[in-house]
């Protein structure tokens, strides 16, 4: 009996070791990374009557879908999301704070991605992933393999292209702006790869672009989002001129570029062709067209949408064919912003008005030397915010927090400025979910003393650096959505927040979780 008890022990132990082999032999060889730059769900879900059936509508129908997500951090633009989504943590822990910030030392603004130790391939921009201060799923998917794993990044944009691709990638493309050829960073390849020549000669923007023009899929039919009616109406944009491959970044056309070069990348790094996984990061466009207004460009937001749809499909189908629809996973989501666009409040008796940060730091400066003497007690403004001069307040042997308070009490009496967010407020911490928000945007290293919060409708000017910045408090509401390798098909309402999917994604292909990731996974 004994005997007869081990051996069913034994056969029960090795049925539970074959499951979990099996389950191993499962992870997908390949996971597809994409985020839409500015994808709302509103817009996703109106144009839903014009999708084939291979794109969005199989995604949303087959996948599982979560409908609730929001960013755990306020302000919103590409390069923090994308830093967000890539590492499991907000701009605190990631360093990411924005595209760009002011740097302490030289009082002058910095881009996220620029590093001045590395050249450019096929552009003279400078770029790293030095300044985000965490690890990323893809330096994670690296150092699970010991480098083996394929890791490659393409994007229109620089800033998205390096920042998802992480520290260890094998290759970060994006769309150079004066020459329009596929450019990247001998930060992640000593040589040019001749197939990345040839492409740029035969099939890069700066090849096609004197062919393009951007006219609808769906000519002369405009599926009004807000009425849900129909009517007629087109649009035509050649790109030309110095700003031609500017303007086809924040096309529809773009996405088609964007797909093209995936796939070239997917054959060229050979990925998705062993049992080890690789993961290909894309980033595709879904903003306004060149700074027009909503109003006038609601045929190309619907065109735009049109060839998201028929992009994706293509991606998905195309990836099937060569890898098997069992062996990648597809994770889309957005980006919880919107460009600016120039909306006249006035017009509709909207309250509203313009704060002065220039004018606003030069007062402060003023009201500081009237209580500790003459000196430059504000060093430089950026955007909303304030830079104090540290240096200044201690060899004046000055209680920095003391001046923090006095400067918070004096900036609120200005008009349009609904509150202040000093540096010690933002380490101690407050309880609202608003607060929360802000703090876990502000990285000390990289904002400044005092965050200017102004009212809503309001804008901020400053008229040194001619900068127009305005907050929209306001999130768009975006999807996560889960596709293939398994996934079952589910619709999820129960919020969750992005920096959650880093540690879902890691879970899913057997890998540790980003360094400064501390949430759990969503599933």
């Given at each position: 009996?004994?005997?007869?008890?081990?051996?069913?022990?034994?056969?029960?132990?090795?049925?539970?070791?074959?499951?979990?082999?099996?389950?191993?032999?499962?992870?997908?060889?390949?996971?597809?990374?994409?985020?839409?730059?500015?994808?709302?769900?509103?817009?996703?879900?109106?144009?839903?009557?014009?999708?084939?059936?291979?794109?969005?509508?199989?995604?949303?129908?087959?996948?599982?879908?979560?409908?609730?997500?929001?960013?755990?951090?306020?302000?919103?633009?590409?390069?923090?999301?994308?830093?967000?989504?890539?590492?499991?943590?907000?701009?605190?822990?990631?360093?990411?704070?924005?595209?760009?910030?002011?740097?302490?030392?030289?009082?002058?603004?910095?881009?996220?991605?620029?590093?001045?130790?590395?050249?450019?391939?096929?552009?003279?921009?400078?770029?790293?992933?030095?300044?985000?201060?965490?690890?990323?799923?893809?330096?994670?998917?690296?150092?699970?393999?010991?480098?083996?794993?394929?890791?490659?990044?393409?994007?229109?944009?620089?800033?998205?292209?390096?920042?998802?691709?992480?520290?260890?990638?094998?290759?970060?493309?994006?769309?150079?702006?004066?020459?329009?050829?596929?450019?990247?960073?001998?930060?992640?390849?000593?040589?040019?790869?001749?197939?990345?020549?040839?492409?740029?000669?035969?099939?890069?923007?700066?090849?096609?672009?004197?062919?393009?023009?951007?006219?609808?899929?769906?000519?002369?039919?405009?599926?009004?989002?807000?009425?849900?009616?129909?009517?007629?109406?087109?649009?035509?944009?050649?790109?030309?001129?110095?700003?031609?491959?500017?303007?086809?970044?924040?096309?529809?056309?773009?996405?088609?570029?964007?797909?093209?070069?995936?796939?070239?990348?997917?054959?060229?790094?050979?990925?998705?062709?062993?049992?080890?996984?690789?993961?290909?990061?894309?980033?595709?466009?879904a903003g306004l067209f060149d700074?027009?207004?909503?109003?006038?460009?609601?045929?190309?937001?619907?065109?735009?949408?049109?060839?998201?749809?028929?992009?994706?499909?293509?991606?998905?189908?195309?990836?099937?064919?060569?890898?098997?629809?069992?062996?990648?996973?597809?994770?889309?989501?957005?980006?919880?912003?919107?460009?600016?666009?120039?909306?006249?409040?006035?017009?509709?008796?909207i309250p509203t008005?313009?704060?002065?940060?220039?004018?606003?730091?030069?007062?402060?400066?003023?009201?500081?030397?009237?209580?500790?003497?003459?000196?430059?007690?504000?060093?430089?403004?950026?955007?909303?915010?304030?830079?104090?001069?540290?240096?200044?307040?201690?060899?004046?042997?000055?209680?920095?927090?003391?001046?923090?308070?006095?400067?918070?009490?004096?900036?609120?009496?200005?008009?349009?400025?609904?509150?202040?967010?000093?540096?010690?407020?933002?380490?101690?911490?407050?309880?609202?979910?608003?607060?929360?928000?802000?703090?876990?945007?502000?990285?000390?290293?990289?904002?400044?003393?005092?965050?200017?919060?102004?009212?809503?409708?309001?804008?901020?000017?400053?008229?040194?650096?001619?900068?127009?910045?305005?907050?929209?408090?306001?999130?768009?509401?975006?999807?996560?959505?889960?596709?293939?390798?398994?996934?079952?098909?589910?619709?999820?309402?129960?919020?969750?927040?992005?920096?959650?999917?880093?540690?879902?994604?890691?879970?899913?292909?057997?890998?540790?979780?980003?360094?400064?990731?501390?949430?759990?996974?969503?599933?």
């Amino acid at each position: 009996m004994k005997h007869s008890y081990i051996t069913a022990s034994l056969v029960a132990v090795l049925s539970v070791s074959s499951v979990d082999a099996k389950a191993v032999n499962t992870t997908p060889r390949l996971v597809v990374n994409i985020t839409i730059d500015q994808l709302r769900a509103d817009y996703l879900e109106a144009f839903a009557p014009l999708y084939t059936y291979n794109g969005f509508k199989m995604l949303l129908s087959d996948g599982t879908v979560y409908t609730n997500v929001s960013y755990p951090f306020i302000p919103i633009d590409r390069a923090s999301a994308i830093a967000s989504i890539v590492t499991g943590t907000t701009p605190y822990y990631n360093g990411i704070s924005g595209d760009r910030w002011l740097d302490r030392k030289t009082l002058r603004p910095v881009f996220c991605v620029d590093d001045d130790n590395y050249s450019g391939i096929f552009t003279n921009e400078k770029s790293s992933a030095a300044k985000m201060t965490s690890s990323t799923l893809c330096d994670e998917l690296k150092i699970s393999t010991e480098g083996k794993a394929v890791v490659v990044s393409v994007s229109p944009f620089r800033d998205a292209a390096v920042i998802s691709a992480g520290h260890a990638a094998d290759g970060a493309f994006w769309i150079n702006d004066e020459t329009g050829l596929w450019c990247s960073s001998n930060y992640y390849m000593k040589e040019i790869p001749s197939w990345l020549t040839t492409y740029n000669l035969y099939h890069s923007p700066s090849a096609t672009i004197k062919d393009l023009t951007w006219r609808p899929l769906t000519p002369n039919i405009t599926f009004n989002y807000i009425t849900g009616k129909r009517f007629d109406k087109s649009f035509k944009h050649a790109f030309s001129g110095s700003r031609k491959y500017r303007e086809l970044k924040t096309s529809g056309c773009v996405n088609g570029e964007v797909t093209d070069m995936a796939l070239q990348c997917v054959s060229n790094y050979f990925m998705g062709d062993d049992e080890r996984t690789d993961m290909l990061n894309l980033t595709y466009y879904a903003g306004l067209f060149d700074g027009m207004s909503t109003e006038a460009s609601q045929m190309e937001i619907q065109d735009t949408y049109i060839r998201l749809d028929t992009e994706i499909g293509r991606l998905v189908t195309e990836l099937h064919k060569k890898i098997g629809d069992a062996h990648v996973l597809f994770v889309i989501t957005g980006t919880d912003y919107q460009g600016k666009e120039n909306i006249d409040y006035a017009r509709y008796n909207i309250p509203t008005g313009t704060v002065y940060i220039n004018r606003t730091a030069s007062l402060l400066n003023l009201y500081f030397g009237a209580i500790y003497g003459e000196g430059r007690y504000v060093e430089s403004c950026f955007r909303n915010e304030i830079y104090l001069n540290h240096a200044l307040f201690e060899a004046k042997h000055l209680n920095f927090s003391d001046a923090l308070d006095r400067a918070h009490e004096f900036l609120l009496q200005s008009e349009g400025v609904k509150d202040v967010y000093t540096y010690n407020r933002l380490m101690l911490g407050e309880g609202t979910e608003l607060f929360r928000k802000i703090r876990n945007g502000y990285n000390p290293d990289r904002r400044g003393d005092l965050l200017v919060n102004i009212a809503s409708g309001w804008h901020l000017i400053n008229e040194d650096t001619q900068e127009n910045y305005s907050v929209n408090a306001s999130p768009s509401q975006f999807p996560i959505i889960i596709y293939g390798a398994g996934t079952k098909a589910e619709k999820i309402s129960a919020p969750t927040t992005i920096d959650r999917l880093a540690p879902t994604i890691a879970k899913t292909i057997h890998i540790r979780a980003p360094n400064a990731c501390s949430v759990e996974p969503i599933f």
